[in-house]
Structures are given as C-alpha cells and as structure tokens.
T-cell receptor, first 116, second 110 residues
Framework: GAVVSQHPSRVICKSGTSVKIECRSL??????MFWYRQFPKQSLMLMAT?????????EQGVEKDKFLINHASLTLSTLTVTSAHPEDSSFYIC????????????FGPGTRLTVL | RKEVEQDPGPFNVPEGATVAFNCTYS??????FFWYRQDCRKEPKLLMS?????NEDGRFTAQLNRASQYISLLIRDSKLSDSATYLC???????????WGAGTKLIIKP
C-alpha cells in the first residue's frame, strides 16, 4: 500500500517557538493532503485540506495564521505551528490521497507535539 | 446531533467471542464508508471499506444499512490483538473530506 511518512515523530518545544512538521508521500503523488489533530480520547479533527500548488482550506475555528500549511510539491506538505502554546500540544496526523485512490486516505504515523 | 456517532465503549469481550458495533451517520447523502482501526498513540489504519452490499475480510464483516443510516462491524473469533479503537468514517460529498466518529474502544480479554 501507499506509504506516508511524517517527521518528526515527537517534538517538545518551549512556549512561543514555532514547530514545523513534514508529511511526505513516499511512493505516490499526493494530489491532496489533510492535516488532522487528535486530543487524548477524542476523534481526529480535520484542521485543513491542502492541494498541491494552492492555498490550504482551513476548517472553521482553525487559525490559518497560526497553522501555516505549505504544499509545494506532490509529495510534500508541511504544517508549521507558529508561536506554539501548551494548548497546542496534541497528536498531529497527516494523510494523503493519490490520483488512483478513491476516497481512501493513507495516514502518516503522526507527530506528538508537547509545548512546555 | 453528531454527524457520525459511535458508542465509545469500552467493550470488554473474552477471546474467541464475536463482537459487533454500529455507527450512525446523519447525512443520508453519504457516499463512502470506512472502518479504521487505531491503536493507542498510533495513526489510524484502514480496516475495511464498506460497500453497499456489505463486505467480508476474514473474521471481519462490515455492513451498510442506508435506510437506517448506520454501518456495522462484526468481528468473529476475536483475538487479543484485536484490542484497539475502531473508528467509523463517513464521506458524503464529492471532495475527499472524511467525517470521523469518536471511536469504539474494544478490549479483548484472555
């Protein structure tokens, strides 16, 4: 099956710093990538949808200036959490769909962000 | 009303037993349905896509009931390794957005 990687898998940072998370599709070209956030014991919450070469579409309540998404190529999307605060601590997961998949999303392993 | 609802559980089931859980969805125009499995602190992994006629994969059977707007997952001869959270996922429009249920926690006991 298609493989999606995320880096880093875990990051701890101080409040006020920015953190960049990378999401890569390793063996396919991802026309669309999604960024999710999952708090403990809760479901995945979609943050934004990004299509290669265009601006991301953010879900209601997600600050686009705080969560910067760049989808510069068909295999890479990045999420930057700017001026992170403790309430941003969460599990961030990306997913990708390729041209040949039908509504099936392939997930990255996730990034656990802890903001001190 | 939540768009996708699941019983959070946990379902405590002895090894070897059969367990089933349902997921209801609110949008009758929903087109695609999936069951994902998520282990603790890991990303979700696709377990099954749910087709209109239902489908079976080994010990797992998924069914769709459009009239009552629910999908079900049946696990037969449960194994300890089946312990996980099972997430119901629904897509109801032409884009690829998925709406996720909060998950049902399953614990298989020896």
């Amino acid at each position: 099956g298609a493989v999606v990687s995320q880096h880093p898998s875990r990051v701890i940072c101080k409040s006020g710093t920015s953190v960049k998370i990378e999401c890569r599709s390793l063996d396919f070209q991802a026309t669309t990538m999604f960024w999710y956030r999952q708090f403990p014991k809760q479901s995945l919450m979609l943050m934004a949808t990004s299509n290669e070469g265009s601006k991301a579409t953010y879900e209601q309540g997600v600050e686009k200036d705080k969560f910067l998404i760049n989808h510069a190529s068909l295999t890479l999307s990045t999420l930057t959490v700017t001026s992170a605060h403790p309430e941003d601590s969460s599990f961030y997961i990306c997913s990708a769909i390729g041209e040949s998949s039908y509504n099936e999303q392939f997930f990255g392993p996730g990034t656990r962000l802890t903001v001190l | 009303r939540k768009e996708v609802e699941q019983d959070p559980g946990p379902f405590n089931v002895p090894e070897g037993a059969t367990v089933a859980f349902n997921c209801t969805y609110s949008n009758s125009a929903s087109q695609s349905f999936f069951w994902y499995r998520q282990d603790c602190r890991k990303e979700p992994k696709l377990l099954m896509s749910v087709y209109s006629s239902g489908n079976e994969d080994g010990r797992f059977t998924a069914q769709l009931n459009r009239a009552s707007q629910y999908i079900s997952l049946l696990i037969r001869d449960s194994k300890l390794s089946d312990s996980a959270t099972y997430l119901c996922v629904v897509n109801w429009d032409s884009n690829y957005q998925l709406i996720w249920g909060a998950g049902t926690k399953l614990i298989i006991k020896p």
